[in-house]
């Protein structure tokens, strides 16, 4: 049973980008909160404070709000149990490890790294696994005090009690245990006065009234030593979902080598949020029949932490492709103008001429033809502007020696109307293909060539319309002039 008001959070380290594992992770909370009428907190994990990186909180939020994943509670939006960054609580966490000591389920170690790194030397020369010793458990008060005094650099350990079992009830993965001998004695607070990510992360979750953790499958084997520190402090044990690993096609782990993993590539490379978001809520879950399209709200209300895989989903750029083309051809005109009008204001085309009925009309024509809006700047920049240059191959081919006649009779044609329609550019090339006795054909190529400088694209006559017959007869007279057989 799903407790009443679930609280759940997404708890990233600002390392600079979102990888796509995170959204996927935050987006897995925040279905869970939306479709059970819980909190989606955001917790900002900052406390390796040699891994900040500049602006990475600041691009954490944009991206997660680019991605309609709002959240209820966290940064910038107090819901009484903050502050949700972790560096702004340190106070918090020394009064817990100050707690632990004296009840002795933590303790005080002061030893150096050389000593640390002997330990683990010898350790794997015998072949045991590398844990630390307990050397410093059995320091007395006074030898604590004195050291302390001394400003000798420490830490605080967990005081890992042996022969322990340890269950985790996972929700995705059953029933996972472990035994407490495997546990190192986990560092809970750093020299520098930091906690480590083990002690801050059980620490908010208690006190953020956390009842689901769910995060990738990477986190499993910190898993244990949360419980341990769960049950040492005395307090209530959230549930726990772990997602499975997203993969390579060539089931390695998803890695930077073998493409882009950060959400800001994929939005700079022109996904739709809808279809990234839709892509990533595949990874791992499916409503148990064939449905792939959704839309956000419709995964809130079909989302169940019960239907995640716990095998290793596979990342496959294709099927985020054609979930890209889907979700475009679903758009409207008008979504697609304003997304069109963004890839226009940040292109070389900026200071295009055409008023947005236009631009409709170029989208009309395109649509089909794209799998991301900005391929209509990319293929058809010639809407925006004269053409540069005239394809050489297209030259060669489609423009012959009777070309230059046949284009300006079919200037003549045109001139004779009135804000020519589409289909008045239609008749007047029909017209002086049957007067001069060619096939539409060599004059559609030439023509093509002249106002687009290129030879494929949308309808020859969609293009005329948009351009307008005054620009067209001027792109025509300019590759006149220009190109030279
Ligand atoms: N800060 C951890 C991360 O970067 C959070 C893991 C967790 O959700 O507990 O993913």
């Not at 006795?437 to 004059?443: E, L, P, T």
């Not at 020859?460 to 293009?463: G, H």
């Given at each position: 049973m799903i407790s009443e008001n679930p609280r759940v959070r997404f708890a990233p380290s600002p390392t600079g980008y979102l990888h796509v594992g995170g959204l996927r992770t935050a987006l897995y909370n925040y279905l869970f909160a939306k479709k059970n009428n819980g909190a989606?907190?955001?917790?900002?994990e900052d406390t390796d404070r040699t891994r900040l990186v500049e602006g990475a909180v600041e691009n954490l939020i944009t991206t997660l709000k680019w991605a309609g994943l709002d959240y209820d509670e966290g940064p910038g939006k107090d819901g009484g149990l903050g502050p949700y960054v972790q560096s702004e609580r340190l106070t918090i966490y020394k009064k817990y490890t100050d707690e632990l000591v004296q009840q002795k389920k933590a303790y005080y170690c002061f030893c150096t790294s050389d000593r640390l790194k002997q330990l683990r030397e010898d350790q794997q020369k015998t072949g045991l696994q590398s844990k630390y010793d307990k050397h410093c458990l059995h320091l007395t008060e006074n030898e604590i005090s004195e050291k302390l005094k001394n400003n000798e650099p420490f830490v605080i350990r967990l005081n890992v009690q042996p022969d322990e079992l340890i269950h985790i009830d996972d929700i995705i993965r059953g029933e996972v245990t472990f035994n407490s001998n495997v546990v190192d004695d986990q560092i809970l607070l750093k020299s520098d006065g930091y906690p480590t990510y083990h002690l801050a992360n059980v620490v908010d979750d208690h006190l953020m009234k956390i009842t689901h953790v769910i995060r990738g499958e990477e986190w499993l084997s910190s898993t244990p030593k949360h419980i341990l520190l769960y049950q040492y402090f005395g307090w209530e044990i959230p549930k726990f979902a772990h997602l499975p690993l997203l993969l390579n096609p060539?089931?390695?782990k998803l890695s930077k080598r073998q493409g882009d993993v950060a959400v800001e590539d994929y939005r700079a490379k022109g996904y739709l949020k809808e279809a990234l978001v839709n892509f990533v809520a595949l990874l791992g879950w499916s409503a148990g029949d064939d449905r792939e399209f959704y839309y956000l709200d419709e995964l809130c209300r079909s989302f169940a932490l019960e239907r995640v895989n716990k095998a290793g989903a596979v990342f496959n750029i294709e099927k985020l492709q054609s979930m890209n083309f889907a979700h475009l051809q679903k758009k409207s005109d008008e979504e697609l103008l304003i997304?069109?009008?963004?890839e226009l204001a940040s292109s070389d085309f900026k200071s295009h001429s055409l008023s947005d009925e236009k631009l409709l009309l170029v989208i009309q024509a395109m649509k089909e033809r794209i799998n991301f809006v900005k391929e209509i700047i990319l293929n058809a920049g010639y809407f925006f502007t004269i053409p540069q240059s005239y394809d050489q191959?297209?030259?060669k081919k489609r423009w012959t020696l009777e070309s230059p006649q046949l284009l300006q009779k079919f200037i003549e044609a045109i001139q004779k109307t009135d804000n020519p329609l589409k289909e008045d550019y239609e008749n007047a090339l029909h017209k002086v293909a049957e007067e001069v006795?060619?096939?539409?054909?060599?004059?559609i190529h030439p023509l093509r060539l002249a106002v687009s400088g290129v030879s494929g694209g949308p309808g020859?006559?969609?293009?005329f319309f948009i351009l307008g017959k005054e620009e067209t007869i001027k792109r025509i007279n300019i590759a006149l002039e220009?190109?030279?057989t």
């Open positions: 989606f907190i955001l917790r900002i060539d089931k390695s997304l069109l009008k963004e191959d297209a030259v006795a060619v096939k539409n054909a060599a004059i020859l006559f969609d293009i220009k190109i030279k």
